[in-house]
């Protein structure tokens, strides 16, 4: 009984628990803001200082760096025990979700009367949007999906690592050659933790598919869409006809990233600005390492998935909480990317620390804003460019889909299954597996 | 129609004033406010950290809520959308599967270790340690540990070993045929030394002159374990099945951090399924479902529990 009492301790002392932001003893509202864990204290020194330069600024405002980054095994509890800091960061799939739930606060009104408010890029603003267009989380960073592989695994197999697959047939022969000639993994996808239905989103999405339809406030699954069977096909033929796709299945964004940085995969789809993570937390060989975009089949419909991060305040901030969070997102997470010498202060700290700056990414606003930004920090840019050209030199160009928005996760967490299905059985009826997901993803949708 | 007043007709005894401290010990014992006093420390934190939220539970399996808004209570309903889930019966499945599987490698295992090790005459403490040494491992580093062992491809190290008498490679967790069975493997070699230990202790209750007997008779080492061994410890072999049961039933941590569940739900368990209900979707998952799970596997686990307290009794009645 222990284990159940335990399950049932945490999920209700999570009710329990309480938090959001304050006035202090002396006046001030107190603000909870988020600090990366595990920096090098060049990076918190750099941190603390942006933080005594706002309270500097704004007199009346005490921040609190606590150390927060996005997991999502570990955000569920922090958001329902109410332990998230004031202005917390989350992907782009969570943001819709979180504001139909209101469980994020409602900043529409204090985003609308920043000077750039109507400035951001319509596709990436729709991430922190409601249906009418309120921004209750704000866009900080953006990246379209895109095919990661391993120079040093191409040159291995007699493949031109200048030269990427810009084909899905390419993928396939080259993922073949890998496996034949490495006895690696010429080909993998991430499969648990709902990371098996975010790939095969983007695979469909690239095939020419979608997994919802919008009608109005009616959302319409189409999670078994003839262009996501030909995606499931594809991964078939090269896990069951090549034998190309190594020996694990039930990869997640850590794992998958891990066996990537240590040489045992060929390629493999994430987003477009992982290098920064694989050279942080994987040791990735700058060597080893090349980006392509990913290829789009399937006519005018094919588009690239796109994601990236948001800053949301705290559902249980008070008004005088919120109105501070929204400065200190756009003195801290926005002045970066609009003005010059916060955008070179912030690429300097990064490089000093030794991480990496200039990963591919995709403009919050416009591509001129983009662009400018690039010069100013192009001094501090230390990834390897020349190996990333084969993606940056047309994902601007590429079509960007925004994720489904009704019930994103909980539609991953019912394709998961099916992916690994694909890849651990032969006999996989793929229309089947994914005629039983669609009835439920349609139940998921007409819950909301 | 009233009862008449029943009058106590005996003399009242003549009682003598205790002493105080005999009073106060009396007090204590029986119930008074000195034993409040004493408890009290332990029922607030019994109270606050254990009931409270178990009665939470409860009150949250009636309810939809996020934590964040307002809950609304919903009946039911939590109760008809689980058993509606067609997950539910394939974890209720996997965990009879992984209960059998468990019991098939695990029971045994130990107590034939055990009989083995009493017999040793030399290096007994030596054996022991070895027996328990994985009990000493953390869990989670033994996993991670077992899941770089079970390495699907030819170079992983148990398909190395394997290859090397021209078996395998076996794929281990990442097929739906053989990621249960690999699961119990780790899990029966995690947790064996607890039970040996156990058995070992019970062993040297068994009175030599049993054996000597036995012997006399002519009875093999088979014979002696059958007639003597297994006889002497049944109190303790229903107890440990009892508690197996019980354990597997909630067997959580190895199919979270072998598998996640896969592949495609083939090690989802009951208790994976409450994981997942409430804490596997990052924008808040659905505690109303987890909390109605945890009550009914709570429920079934009672009854079990009152089922091992009923047959221990007659057996040690017996």
């Given amino acids: 009984m222990k284990s159940i009492a335990v399950l049932a301790v945490a999920t209700a002392v999570l009710a329990a628990c309480s938090g959001g932001g304050a006035t202090s003893a002396d006046g001030k509202t107190v603000v909870n803001v988020s600090l990366d864990p595990g920096l090098e204290q060049g990076a918190i020194d750099a941190f603390n200082a942006r933080v005594a330069a706002f309270e500097s600024a704004n007199p009346t405002i005490d921040l609190v760096p606590r150390e927060y980054k996005w997991d999502a095994t570990t955000f569920t509890t922090q958001l329902a025990g109410g332990t998230l800091p004031d202005v917390f960061t989350v992907p782009f799939t969570d943001g819709r979700g979180l504001i139909e739930r209101k469980q994020i606060a409602d900043i529409s009104g204090q985003v609308a009367a920043l000077p750039y408010a109507g400035k951001f890029s319509k596709e990436v603003a729709k991430a922190g949007s409601t249906d009418n267009g309120k921004m209750w989380a704000v866009p900080i960073a953006a990246h379209g999906q895109a095919l990661h592989y391993n120079r040093t695994l191409f040159t291995q197999a007699g493949l031109d690592p200048d030269k990427p697959p810009t084909t899905w047939d390419e993928i396939r022969a080259d993922a073949k050659r890998i496996a034949e000639k490495t006895g690696q993994a010429g080909f993998a996808m991430m499969t648990s933790g709902n990371t098996g239905g975010w790939i095969a989103t983007t695979l469909a999405y690239a095939f020419g598919g979608r997994t919802e339809q919008l009608d109005g406030d009616h959302a319409k699954s189409t999670v078994d869409s003839p262009e996501m069977v030909k995606a499931l096909q594809a991964v078939k033929a090269m896990r069951w006809d090549d034998n190309s796709m190594g020996a694990n299945f039930l990869y997640e964004w850590g794992t998958i990233n891990q066996d990537f940085a240590a040489g045992r995969i060929g390629m493999y789809v994430s987003g477009g600005g992982n290098y920064g993570s694989l050279k942080a937390q994987n040791a990735m060989k700058p060597e080893d390492y090349g980006v392509a975009a990913l290829p789009l089949t399937g006519g005018a419909n094919a588009g690239v998935l796109g994601g990236g991060t948001l800053a949301a305040v705290s559902a249980k901030a008070p008004e005088p909480v919120k109105a501070a969070a929204v400065k200190w997102i756009d003195f801290y997470y926005l002045e970066k990317l609009t003005t010059k010498d916060a955008a070179v202060a912030d690429a300097k700290t990064t490089a000093d620390s030794g991480q990496a700056v200039g990963s591919p990414e995709l403009p919050v606003f416009d591509k001129a804003a983009f662009d400018e930004r690039m010069t100013w920090i192009a001094q501090y840019v230390n990834v390897p460019v020349k190996q990333m050209t084969p993606y940056t030199d047309k994902m601007f160009d590429q079509p960007l889909v925004p994720e489904p928005t009704r019930s994103t996760q909980q539609v991953y967490a019912l394709l998961d299954p099916v992916v690994q299905s694909v890849l651990t059985d032969r006999g996989a009826d793929i229309p089947g597996l994914l005629n039983g997901v669609q009835t439920q993803a349609q139940a998921l949708l007409d819950k909301k | ?318």
């Fill in chain 2, 1 to 318: 129609m009233t009862a008449p007043p029943t009058v106590d007709r005996r003399p009242a005894p003549v009682v003598p004033p205790p002493a105080p401290v005999k009073r106060r010990v009396r007090r204590v014992r029986g119930g008074g406010l000195g034993t409040v006093v004493f408890l009290l420390p332990m029922l607030v934190v019994f109270g606050l950290f254990s009931w409270a939220p178990i009665v939470q539970s409860v009150v949250m399996s009636f309810q939809e809520t996020n934590l964040v808004t307002a809950p609304t209570f919903v009946g039911l309903d939590n109760f008809r959308a689980v058993l509606a889930d067609p997950l539910l019966w394939t974890a209720v499945r996997n965990t009879l599967w992984f209960a059998v599987l468990a019991l098939l490698l695990g029971y045994p295992i130990p107590l034939v270790a055990a009989v083995l090790m009493s017999e040793v005459r030399r290096f007994k403490g030596l054996y022991s340690t070895l027996a328990y040494l994985p009990v000493v491992i953390p869990p989670v580093v033994a996993v991670l540990l077992w899941k770089f062992f079970y390495d699907a491809s030819p170079t992983g190290v148990f398909n190395t070993l394997l290859g090397s008498v021209g078996l395998g490679p076996v794929p281990w967790l990442q097929d739906a045929s053989t990621a249960m069975v690999s699961l119990v493997i780790e899990a029966t070699w995690a947790a064996a030394g607890g039970t040996v230990i156990i058995y070992l202790a019970a062993l040297t209750g068994v009175p030599p002159e049993l054996y000597e007997a036995a012997e006399i008779d002519g009875a093999s080492v088979w014979g002696k374990v059958w007639h003597v061994t297994i006889p002497r410890l049944r109190g303790v072999l229903l107890i440990t099945f009892i508690l197996q049961i019980v354990g597997t039933a909630q067997v959580f941590l190895e199919p979270f951090l072998f598998t996640g569940g896969g592949p495609a739900n083939s090690t989802t368990t009951i208790l994976l399924l409450i994981y997942n209900y409430a804490f596997a979707n990052s924008l808040g998952g659905d505690y109303g479902s987890a909390t109605a799970l945890s009550l009914m596997l709570a429920v079934v686990l009672g009854v079990l529990s009152a089922v091992y307290f009923r047959l221990t009794r007659s057996w040690s009645a017996s």
